[in-house]
T-cell receptor, first 115, second 117 residues
Framework: DGGITQSPKYLFRKEGQNVTLSCEQN?????MYWYRQDPGQGLRLIYY???????QKGDIAEGYSVSREKKESFPLTVTSAQKNPTAFYLC??????????????FGQGTRLTVV | AQSVTQLDSQVPVFEEAPVELRCNYS??????LFWYVQYPNQGLQLLLK??????LVKGINGFEAEFNKSQTSFHLRKPSVHISDTAEYFC???????????????FGRGTQLTVWP
């Protein structure tokens, strides 16, 4: 089945450590997105990528980094510079490359907790 | 930038009662509108979407929403809820990213629907 796979589902990190969240898709979509979800705040855009080797900052990119070396993969690194990394992270990908989403497919999310 | 306002953060309701989850958006241009549902520790699932055409949109699980351009609203309704409808619901609007050919979603803060027996 086509879809978006995020791993791991739960992740614990010590303060000061970098950690990488995986997002893989087999939908053959060009665009991929990372959102952060906090209780009562909805989803906020961290980074997005239109094609391989291209990515752009979203609304809250500070303390995060990404890469897009393959069409299928868009990993997100939460660096030690991110002051409040505990959150639920969602990867998404819409079909097509148009300026408007007609729909976005989401992964199951990774819950990151800093201990 | 677009903004989406979900007017209620929590909506408690008894089983088999009707429910309305309210959503208003700000936009001066044509938009696409969405409602997503999220169960605990899971991703978002599309309930329904408005792209064009009829202002009454029917979705999965018996939900429907009405697009009202003059009031910039897109309220979600269900005539009779079940306990299994307990979840968080997000309203979203799609818009083009400035300077890009890509679009993105702007989300409301979510409404927690709790259905009691």
């Amino acid at each position: 089945d086509g879809g978006i796979t995020q791993s791991p589902k739960y992740l614990f990190r010590k303060e000061g450590q970098n950690v990488t969240l995986s997002c893989e898709q087999n939908l053959n979509h060009d665009a991929m997105y990372w959102y952060r979800q906090d209780p009562g705040q909805g989803l906020r855009l961290i980074y997005y990528s239109q094609i391989v080797n291209d990515f752009q900052k979203g609304d809250i990119a500070e303390g995060y980094s990404v890469s897009r070396e393959k069409k299928e993969s868009f990993p997100l690194t939460v660096t030690s510079a991110q002051k409040n990394p505990t959150a639920f992270y969602l990867c998404a990908s819409p079909p097509g490359g148009s300026g408007f989403h007609t729909e976005a497919f989401f992964g199951q999310g990774t819950r990151l907790t800093v201990v | 930038a677009q903004s989406v306002t979900q007017l209620d953060s929590q909506v408690p309701v008894f089983e088999e009662a009707p429910v309305e989850l309210r959503c208003n958006y700000s936009s001066s241009v044509s938009v696409y509108l969405f409602w997503y549902v999220q169960y605990p520790n899971q991703g978002l699932q599309l309930l329904l979407k408005y792209l064009s055409g009829s202002t009454l949109v029917k979705g999965i699980n018996g939900f429907e929403a009405e697009f009202n351009k003059s009031q910039t609203s897109f309220h979600l309704r269900k005539p009779s809820v079940h306990i299994s409808d307990t979840a968080e619901y997000f309203c979203a609007v799609s818009a083009r990213i400035r300077g890009s050919t890509l679009g993105r979603l702007y989300f409301g803060r979510g409404t927690q629907l709790t259905v009691w027996p």
